[in-house]
Antibody, heavy 120, light 109 residues
């Protein structure tokens, strides 16, 4: 079964750091780009960051650039998001999503998300 | 960075056809993908590319595109189609950049 399982969320104070993880199974992880997408409570989806299969190409939303770092470990079938200098507006459910790998870009598999709450 | 614009809410009578639209400059160069999200659940891909449906998505869902507008059409809407729908495409400013529309809340009457 193709599966993505996020972990690492929690309550953190403003200005502190948190590292999210996403464990992939059921597919050849290093064949695909991966992404992080977040959703603030009651709000829409926001793409956060994406990374190519070999980490050679990385992108960030303007809202997190310079504060968040995406990475992957293909040997461990895992995706990560290092979040520094967290702000209240980073409070959201963070989803890990698999790229479908074709020219028709899409996120074909999603995890259930891990909640990050930034509050003092 | 690019932006994608969706109507916040749309309604449709049971069994009728509804079109949900997404507008943005990036859609002149890239296809949109569409996601259905029901309360408390993760998003699900329903349409991608020119008009492709993942396995398990009913054929009442279809996609199209013209100029800067992408559309998701549900032909014969069912009660279970009531959900939030989001479009997404590449951001025209970078390879691994993506952008979501604000979402459309679909109500089936």
């Amino acid at each position: 079964e193709v599966q993505l399982v996020e972990s690492g969320g929690g309550l953190v104070q403003p200005g502190r750091s948190l590292r999210l993880s996403c464990a992939a199974s059921g597919f050849t992880f290093d064949d695909y780009a991966m992404h992080w997408v977040r959703q603030a409570p009651g709000k829409g989806l926001e793409w956060v960051s994406g990374i190519s299969w070999n980490s050679g190409s990385i992108g960030y939303a303007d809202s997190v650039k310079g504060r968040f770092t995406i990475s992957r470990d293909n040997a461990k079938n895992s995706l990560y998001l290092q979040m520094n200098s967290l702000r209240a507006e980073d409070t959201a459910l963070y989803y890990c999503a698999k790229d479908n790998g074709g020219v028709d870009d899409a996120f074909d598999i999603w995890g259930q998300g891990t909640m990050v709450t930034v509050s003092s | 960075s690019s932006e994608l614009t969706q109507d916040p809410a749309v309604s449709v009578a049971l069994g009728q056809t509804v079109r949900i639209t997404c507008q943005g400059d990036s859609l002149r160069s890239y296809y949109a993908s569409w996601y259905q999200q029901k309360p408390g659940q993760a998003p699900v891909l329903v349409i991608y590319g020119k008009n492709n449906r993942p396995s398990g998505i009913p054929d009442r869902f279809s996609g199209s595109s013209s100029g800067n507008t992408a559309s998701l059409t549900i032909t014969g809407a069912q009660a279970e189609d009531e959900a939030d729908y989001y479009c997404n495409s590449r951001d025209s400013s970078g390879n691994h950049l993506r952008v979501f529309g604000g979402g459309t809340k679909l109500t089936v009457l």
